[in-house]
């Protein structure tokens, strides 16, 4: 029966519900009858008024009607609170997929987990060199941490206000339009098959003639950005080659694109179409300027890089704000849809995670390798050194954008040697460090997969140095975790020279930040405070707060800074100046990297 439906012949009554918004306030079981004046005089005068009780029946009649008013009027005045937020709880639910892992985490408004749930992804290597992951595998593990995790909150799927996806960067694949199958597994960003390729490619002619045709543009302009575009490279971390690889080597590719039915897609992309049914083919600002095909000065796919090597646009994803309203899911998929308010690529999301919303700000992810970012306003930033220039977020008219630069081998070193049997447990290594006043002359150069920015060595290698019969595990473990910060130093420094940006804060997540002896050589290196938040999950933390501020989860950035706590802040010690007592063993660390470069041969 309709609430608005229910009428009482002449007179209007009136159930007191609800005193107060506390589950802890009671129901007055009062029903007031508000008589009409002409009704009153009617009565009065000995009229017959309908409600005026004559006999039991007829009270007991009232008496009935008026409870059961009470009852409806309860009923729907906790439908209602629990619509408006007061007694039914809503939440964000934000996934994460990285290289090894999908989490998905359940936030509050406080912005704490509430439930999580985690699922391992299985690269595959079908052929030397090629990394691969299922795409099947990889939905299913998706549909399994969402589900896992809400259950995890005691929640229900309902209760979902909106989804946030941040994802790995430059893995892709492509499907077809109409079936939405893929032509093949995803090429993860670590996939090397297109090396030959990118070789070839910054060996010749062209590439030759762009240099030179940028370095007289210099000369003319002095515009750093043709300074930049002289010195430019390939690379096979970037997209580009490794898709001109499949449009070569996959038929069924080339195929689809002569009828118009290719779609290209990193993660981000293939999760939004597929939690769609296929409605929805776009991706963000972050991810698609992560993909070295998209040009970020001019916000849109490069059209000149596409014509370079063959490279269709209409293959390309629509490229959205990054806190667009991307749609919402099938309710085929989790049972109900939910509004899908950001996607976001990883490092981005991160950034977006510990709050580093103003000019200067800093973050540093380590994890497998380094990712250092600071944030450098609404201009991107043009790099000589190594440096890349990506897109943060966009944000309505609010574009921000960061500088990046990365060390490769953070995280493999540290694995490394814990397969060398050099410590048991990850948690040892900062006592062992500390257990020796020094590394007894030893210098470790982490470049198993050569060095970034600055020095951008492929043929790099790592090395041990310095080894005397007396160097123990202990003064090993401390040579290997002092040039995780030297590596740190020589990111920190270049952002210094080449941004002239003062730097306000920094703020460090990821696995290894967990190690207290990086963090506190790593705050003495810099002469600056490092600060480690309470929570590590930053990229899922990231890409839930631009989804709750789209759909006013939460109101404002301010907001989310003060949801921000602090696990320990290190401050640098030494009143000699920034790692003044350091730099020995610095500058024999320095010497060390220089022999280790140009190893290998081209």
Known sequence: MCYTNLRMPAGRARCSGWTGTGSSKKPKSRVRVTVPPSAQAQNRAGGSWPWRTRDSSEKHSIHLIGVFFLLTHLMFTMMGSRRNGLTKESFILSVDVGTTSIRCHVYDKEARIRGSCTSKVVPLYPEVGHVEMDPDALWEGFITVVKGAVQDAGVQMCQMEALGISTQRATFTTWDRRTGVPFHNFISWQDQRAADLVKSWNRSCIMKIIHGAMKVAYFLTRDKR???????????????????????????????????????????????????????????????????????????????????????LSIFPQVENTGHKFGSTDPSVLGVSIPIMSVMADQQAAMFGECCFDVGDVKITMGTGTFMDINTGS????????????????????????????????????????????????????????????????????????????????????????????????????????????????????????????ITKIRVDGGVSSNDFILQLTADLFGRKVIRPQH????????????????????????????????????????????????????????????????YKP
């Open 226 to 312: 043709s300074l930049a575009a002289s010195l430019i490279v390939f690379s096979t971390q970037h997209v580009t080659f490794r898709l001109v690889w499949v449009l070569v080597h996959y038929k069924q590719v080339h195929q689809a694109i002569e009828e118009g039915n290719c779609c290209f897609g990193t993660i981000d992309t293939w999760l939004l179409f597929k939690l769609t049914k296929g409605r929805v083919h776009a991706t963000d600002y972050s991810n698609a300027s992560s993909t070295g095909i998209f040009d970020s000065y001019q916000m849109c796919w490069s059209q000149f890089l596409c014509s370079l090597v063959s490279l269709p």
């Open 379 to 502: 201009k991107p930033h043009t790099s000589v050194a190594g440096l890349y220039p990506l897109v943060g977020w966009k944000i309505g008219s609010d574009v921000v954008y960061l500088a990046e630069g990365n060390a490769a081998d953070t995280g493999t070193a540290i694995k490394w040697a814990q397969e060398l049997e050099l410590f048991s447990d990850v948690g040892e290594t900062s006592d062992m460090a500390y257990s020796v006043s020094d590394s007894d002359g030893v210098c470790f150069v982490p470049s198993f997969s050569g060095l970034q920015a600055p020095l951008n060595d492929p043929r790099a290698c790592a090395s041990l140095m310095g080894l005397k019969p007396s160097t123990t595990k202990s003064h090993l473990v401390r040579a290997i975790l002092e040039s995780v910060a030297f590596r740190n130093k020589q990111l920190y420094e270049t952002m210094l020279r080449e941004t002239c940006i003062p």
């Open 536 to 599: 590590r999950e930053m990229s899922s933390l990231g890409a839930a707060f631009v989804a709750g501020l789209g759909v006013g989860f939460w109101m404002t950035r301010e907001e989310l800074k003060k949801l921000q706590s602090a696990d320990k802040v290190f401050l640098p010690k030494g009143a000699a100046g920034p790692g003044q007592e350091y730099n020995p063993v610095l500058q024999s660390w320095e010497r060390a990297l220089r022999r280790s470069m140009n190893w």
